[in-house]
C-alpha cells in the first residue's frame, strides 16, 4: 500500500470540499480547518442542559477566510442525525445555545472568547486565542491542541479517542471537576 | 445332554452393538454437521466483535482521515493469524489504512456496506464506525476459516475413533460370549459329574444288595434243601412207625407230621427267594390266571376294600402257575394288611415293551402285573428294606418276612424284574416284569394250557 503523505491527504480532503481552492495552500490549510469545526462534536459530550434536538447550531464570531468556508463544509453533512446551522453572532450577541463556537481573529475576540468559557460551550479558535480547541499548523499539516482544563470548566467531556488525535493537551486538574 | 441349546441368549449382544453403532454413526454425522455450521456462525461473530471493536477505536482517526493514527489500530491486528486483510475506509468509501496478510487479496481500494458474506474459506465482514450516532466510515474486515480439508480430516479421525469404539465393543462381546459358553459348558459338565456320581452310588448299592442277596440265598438255599432232605427222611420213617401202630390216627405222630408238613412249607419259601425251587413252567395268560384266582382273593378280603381289575395284557408269559398264583394271592394279602381301614386294590396287567435294560432285566417285550393299594405305603427305610429275608413289618406271629423275598426269588427265576413303588401316605404298588412267552399268541398258550 502506497504511503500517502499527511499533506496530500489533506489536499484531497480539501479538494472534496472546493475543488477550485486545491492549490493554495493557505486555502487548503483553511478549507481543511473549516472540515474540522463540526467533526468534533461526535467526540464531544455536553450537559444536559445544552439542547439535544433540533439543528446543531455551530456559531461563528467575527469573520475570516475560516468562516467564510464554514457553510460550504457543514453543507450535507449531520451531527448525531441532526442538520448543521451556522449562525454568526453579531459582536455584542451573547453565544447563548451554541454548542460549538468557532471565534475568529478581530478586535473583539479575545473578549468573546472570556465571555464564552464557564459556559458549555465548545469554542474553536485559531493559535492566537485561547480556545478549548486551538488549530494549529506543525509541519505544514493542520492539528489542533486541546485545553481539557478549559472544557472540564465549560462542563464538556472530550472522547479520549479526539484526546488521542490532538497535538498537544493541557490536561484537566485532578481535584477540579 | 449335549452342546445342544447353548449359548443361544448370549448371541443378542453383538446385535446390540452393532445397531448402536448404526444410529450412532448417523447421529454422529449430524452431529458434525450441525458442530460445522455451530463453528462458522461462531467465527462470523468472532471476525464481527472484531469489526466492531478496530470500528469504535479508529472512529477519531477516521473522522479527521488521520491515516497515521488509524494505522496504529490497525497495524495490531497483524498478529492475529486468523484475519487476512483489514480495511478502514472514510466515509464516502476511499481506503484510509489497511493492510493484507501475504498471499490475501488486498482490501477494495473503495468500500460500500455489504451484509457478512463468504468467499471460500475467507468470511468477509463489514462494520459502520459511529461515533455516538453519527457516521465516519467502515471498517472491512476478511478472515480465514478452518479449511474444509482440515475440518473433514478432523471429522475423519473421529469417525475413526468410533468405528473402532464400535470394532472394540463388539470384540468384547463376542469374548463375553466366549466366556458364557465355557461357563455354561462347565456347568453342564459339572451336572453330568453329579448325575453320574449319583447313578454310579445307586448302581453301588444296588450291587451291594444283590450280593447280599446272592450270598443269603446261597446260604439258606443249601440250608433249606439239605434241611428238606433230613425232613424227607423223619416223614418217611412216621409213616412207618404209624403203620405199626395200632389202626386209627395216633396223636402224636398226628402232631409230628404237622410240624414236619409246616418245616417243609417254610423251606419251601426259603427256596423259592433263593431261587432254587423246582418250577414248571408254563405258558400262562396272566388276565385269565387273575381272574381264576378271583374267588380265593375275595375270600382272603374283607368287605370294607374294593377291587379294580385293569387287564389289558394281550400276551402270555412262561411261569410256574401255581407259584404264581401264590404269589398274587401273596400280594393281594400284603394289600389288605397294608389298609386296615379299607381302601381299593387294583390289579393291572398290560403289555409293555422296554427299550432298554430295566434292572437285571434287558429290552424286549414284557407283560407288566400291578398290585397296587391306597394303604399307607412304605417309608424309604422300610422299602429299602423290603425284599430282605425275614424282615416284616407285621405283628409277631403274623408274617414270616418271606412273602416279598421268595415273590422276588421266584420272579427274578423266571426272568423278570420287580420293584416296590411306594411312599408315606401315598400307597404301594408293587410292579412286576415278566418276559413274553416266546412266539406264542395269547390264544395258542391259553389253548395248549387248556387241553
Redesign the interface.
Known amino acids: 500500500m502506497a504511503v500517502l503523505t499527511r499533506a496530500a491527504l489533506a489536499v484531497a480532503l480539501a479538494c472534496a470540499v472546493s475543488p477550485a481552492a486545491c492549490d493554495e495552500p493557505a486555502q487548503l490549510e483553511n478549507e481543511i480547518k473549516a472540515t474540522y469545526v463540526y467533526k468534533f462534536a461526535p467526540f464531544v459530550t455536553w450537559p444536559r442542559a445544552v439542547a439535544q434536538a433540533g439543528p446543531f447550531d455551530i456559531c461563528v464570531s467575527g469573520a475570516d477566510a475560516v468562516t467564510q468556508l464554514l457553510p460550504q463544509a457543514v453543507a450535507g453533512q449531520q451531527v448525531n442525525g441532526r442538520a448543521i446551522e451556522i449562525r454568526h453572532l453579531a459582536d455584542a450577541d451573547a453565544p447563548d445555545n451554541c454548542p460549538i463556537l468557532y471565534v475568529a481573529a478581530s478586535a473583539m475576540s479575545a473578549q468573546v472568547v472570556d465571555a464564552a468559557h464557564g459556559k458549555p460551550i465548545l469554542t474553536v479558535t485559531d493559535a492566537s486565542l485561547p480556545g478549548v480547541v486551538q488549530f494549529v499548523v506543525v509541519g505544514h499539516h493542520v492539528r489542533f491542541d486541546i485545553d481539557e482544563s478549559l472544557a472540564a470548566q465549560s462542563g464538556l467531556s472530550i472522547s479520549s479517542k479526539l484526546l488521542g488525535l490532538a497535538n498537544r493537551v493541557v490536561p484537566a486538574p485532578q481535584e477540579k471537576r | 445332554m449335549s452342546a445342544s441349546g447353548t449359548a443361544k441368549k448370549p448371541r443378542f449382544a453383538p446385535w446390540v452393538a452393532l445397531v448402536g453403532a448404526l444410529v450412532l454413526l448417523p447421529a454422529g454425522v449430524v452431529m458434525a454437521l450441525y458442530e460445522d455450521h455451530l463453528y462458522e456462525a461462531q467465527r462470523l461473530d468472532q471476525t464481527r466483535e472484531q469489526a466492531e471493536i478496530l470500528a469504535a477505536?479508529v472512529?477519531?482517526?477516521v473522522?479527521?482521515?488521520?491515516?497515521?493514527?488509524a494505522d496504529e489500530y490497525v497495524e495490531p491486528l497483524r498478529v492475529n493469524p486468523g484475519i487476512a486483510a483489514v480495511g478502514v475506509y472514510a466515509k464516502?468509501g476511499?481506503l484510509l489504512a489497511?493492510?493484507a496478510r501475504e498471499g490475501s487479496l488486498?482490501p477494495p481500494a473503495f468500500l460500500t456496506m455489504t451484509p457478512p458474506t463468504r468467499h471460500g474459506d475467507r468470511i468477509v465482514v463489514t462494520v459502520p464506525v459511529k461515533?455516538?450516532?453519527?457516521a465516519?466510515g467502515t471498517v472491512y474486515l476478511r478472515a480465514f476459516t478452518e479449511p474444509m480439508e482440515n475440518r473433514v480430516l478432523r471429522y475423519a479421525i473421529l469417525t475413526l475413533l468410533a468405528v473402532m469404539a464400535v470394532i472394540v465393543t463388539g470384540g468384547l462381546g463376542s469374548a463375553q460370549i466366549r466366556l458364557q459358553r465355557q461357563a455354561q459348558s462347565l456347568a453342564e459338565t459339572n451336572a453330568r459329574l453329579q448325575t453320574e456320581m449319583a447313578e454310579r452310588a445307586r448302581a453301588e448299592e444296588a450291587l451291594r444288595q444283590s450280593q447280599k442277596m446272592e450270598a443269603i440265598g446261597q446260604l439258606s438255599g443249601a440250608m433249606a434243601h439239605d434241611f428238606n432232605n433230613h425232613l424227607m427222611i423223619i416223614k418217611g420213617n412216621l409213616h412207618f412207625i404209624q403203620r405199626k401202630l395200632p389202626p386209627g390216627p395216633d396223636r402224636h405222630v398226628t402232631a409230628a407230621m404237622e410240624g414236619i408238613n409246616r418245616a417243609a412249607a417254610l423251606t419251601q419259601r426259603i427256596l423259592a427267594f433263593s431261587r432254587k425251587q423246582d418250577l414248571n413252567p408254563v405258558t400262562v395268560q396272566l388276565n385269565e390266571l387273575v381272574t381264576d384266582t378271583d374267588d380265593l382273593i375275595r375270600n382272603s378280603l374283607r368287605e370294607n376294600i374294593e377291587v379294580v381289575r385293569e387287564l389289558k395284557a394281550s400276551w402270555s408269559v412262561v411261569v410256574d402257575r401255581n407259584q404264581m398264583e401264590n404269589v398274587v394271592l401273596n400280594l393281594v394279602i400284603n394289600a389288605r394288611d397294608a389298609m386296615p381301614q379299607g381302601g381299593t386294590l387294583y390289579l393291572e396287567t398290560s403289555d409293555e415293551t422296554l427299550v432298554g435294560w430295566l434292572g437285571d432285566v434287558p429290552a424286549g417285550d414284557y407283560v407288566r402285573l400291578i398290585v397296587r393299594d391306597t394303604g399307607e405305603g412304605m417309608s424309604e427305610e422300610v422299602r429299602a428294606k423290603a425284599l430282605d429275608p425275614f424282615f416284616t413289618t407285621k405283628p409277631l406271629g403274623q408274617g414270616t418276612g418271606l412273602g416279598l423275598s421268595m415273590t422276588v426269588g421266584f420272579v427274578s427265576q423266571s426272568g423278570g424284574y420287580m420293584s416296590i413303588d411306594s411312599a408315606l401316605g401315598r400307597g404301594t404298588a408293587i410292579v412286576i416284569y415278566l418276559p413274553r412267552a416266546n412266539g406264542l399268541s395269547a390264544e395258542t398258550g391259553e389253548r395248549k394250557e387248556r387241553v
Not at chain 2, 131 to 134: E, G, K, R, S, Y
Open positions: 477505536s472512529s477519531a482517526a473522522s479527521f482521515g488521520d491515516r497515521k493514527a464516502n476511499p489497511g493492510f488486498p461515533q455516538q450516532d453519527t465516519l
